[in-house]
């Protein structure tokens, strides 16, 4: 339980602790001041009643980095929905990639935003595997390919067949890491796909292109043994994106249809 109590040297009793989570502080009548109380242990360290503490008393452990910059108390300021907008709407699936890895250090800036996307009761389960040996990659691909054609699917079969005798890879595209989201928890199905839509569009502001591989999930996430075998992984593979140096560009973003929405008619 990282949340250890609070620092009355500091706290000056503005009850915003309570504020933004009531369910393990409360006022305490007698002692006259705030209180945390977690006898169950039942506190999922989301972490709020720290970030929302102006006086920073809340006391703490095993945190982890805690980011401090003045933007985070208004996000707005950091980025114009315009540019968002932009941004979020020129993002295309890449399967094009320059020959060159990524450095460490990026795919290390991917996986630290990925860690800030929301969890269901902040349950923080998942684990990432990246394989980036192209022997390896083409492996994986030969697999999963074998896997698609022998299900005989029409929208695949012909194309795979012929994709398999020019040896061109239709699942990772030549890619130069493919990153699979896992985790043992049962419950992780969206958690890890919110991850990973924070990881492509993290990985779209250092240059970087990347593509949900739906066929290789659906491959491995159906198949233990091949799973196993190809990827090392235990427990439940929840999505699989490659990610790399874009070659593809696109001049115009392709139009998309509204969402179908009910209710805002109504408002103003
Ligand atoms: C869940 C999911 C699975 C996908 N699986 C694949 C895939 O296996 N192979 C592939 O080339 N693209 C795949 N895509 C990419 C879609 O084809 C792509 O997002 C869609 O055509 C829209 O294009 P855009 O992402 O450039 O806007 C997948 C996308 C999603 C969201």
């Given at each position: 339980?990282?949340?250890?109590?609070?620092?009355?040297?500091?706290?000056?009793?503005?009850?915003?602790?309570?504020?933004?989570?009531?369910?393990?502080?409360?006022?305490?009548?007698?002692?006259?001041?705030?209180?945390?109380?977690?006898?169950?242990?039942?506190?999922?360290?989301?972490?709020?009643?720290?970030?929302?503490?102006?006086?920073?008393?809340?006391?703490?452990?095993?945190?982890?980095?805690?980011?401090?910059?003045?933007?985070?108390?208004?996000?707005?300021?950091?980025?114009?929905?315009?540019?968002?907008?932009?941004?979020?709407?020129?993002?295309?699936?890449?399967r094009g990639f320059k020959k060159k890895k990524v450095p460490k250090a990026d795919l290390k800036?991917?996986?630290?935003?990925?860690?800030?996307?929301?969890?269901?009761?902040?349950?923080?389960?998942?684990?990432?595997?990246?394989?980036?040996?192209?022997?390896?990659?083409?492996?994986?691909?030969?697999?999963?390919?074998?896997?698609?054609?022998?299900?005989?699917?029409?929208?695949?079969?012909?194309?795979?067949?012929?994709?398999?005798?020019?040896?061109?890879?239709?699942?990772?595209?030549?890619?130069?890491?493919?990153?699979?989201?896992?985790?043992?928890?049962?419950?992780?199905?969206?958690?890890?796909?919110?991850?990973?839509?924070?990881?492509?569009?993290?990985?779209?502001?250092?240059?970087?292109?990347?593509?949900?591989?739906?066929?290789?999930?659906?491959?491995?996430?159906?198949?233990?043994?091949?799973?196993?075998?190809?990827?090392?992984?235990?427990?439940?593979?929840?999505?699989?994106?490659?990610?790399?140096?874009?070659?593809?560009?696109?001049?115009?973003?392709?139009?998309?249809?509204?969402?179908?929405?009910?209710?805002?008619?109504?408002?103003?």
């Amino acid at each position: 339980m990282p949340i250890l109590g609070i620092d009355y040297e500091k706290c000056n009793d503005c009850q915003i602790c309570y504020n933004a989570c009531y369910r393990y502080f409360r006022r305490d009548k007698e002692l006259n001041k705030m209180v945390f109380e977690d006898p169950n242990n039942l506190c999922d360290s989301c972490g709020r009643c720290i970030a929302r503490c102006k006086s920073d008393a809340i006391l703490y452990e095993n945190f982890g980095e805690f980011l401090t910059f003045e933007e985070a108390q208004n996000p707005s300021t950091l980025i114009s929905y315009d540019n968002m907008h932009k941004f979020m709407s020129a993002k295309r699936s890449i399967r094009g990639f320059k020959k060159k890895k990524v450095p460490k250090a990026d795919l290390k800036k991917v996986l630290d935003t990925m860690k800030y996307a929301p969890t269901g009761a902040n349950i923080r389960t998942l684990e990432c595997t990246i394989i980036s040996d192209n022997e390896k990659i083409k492996e994986l691909s030969g697999v999963v390919m074998d896997a698609i054609i022998a299900s005989r699917l029409p929208r695949y079969y012909e194309n795979f067949i012929k994709a398999k005798k020019y040896g061109i890879d239709t699942i990772f595209h030549n890619a130069p890491h493919v990153m699979i989201i896992h985790s043992e928890n049962p419950g992780d199905a969206m958690n890890s796909t919110i991850a990973l839509t924070y990881g492509m569009l993290c990985a779209q502001t250092l240059g970087l292109g990347s593509c949900w591989i739906g066929l290789a999930h659906g491959v491995l996430s159906s198949s233990k043994e091949i799973q196993e075998k190809y990827t090392g992984i235990q427990g439940i593979v929840w999505g699989v994106i490659i990610i790399g140096y874009p070659t593809q560009i696109y001049y115009r973003v392709p139009p998309r249809p509204d969402i179908k929405t009910k209710g805002l008619e109504e408002l103003e």
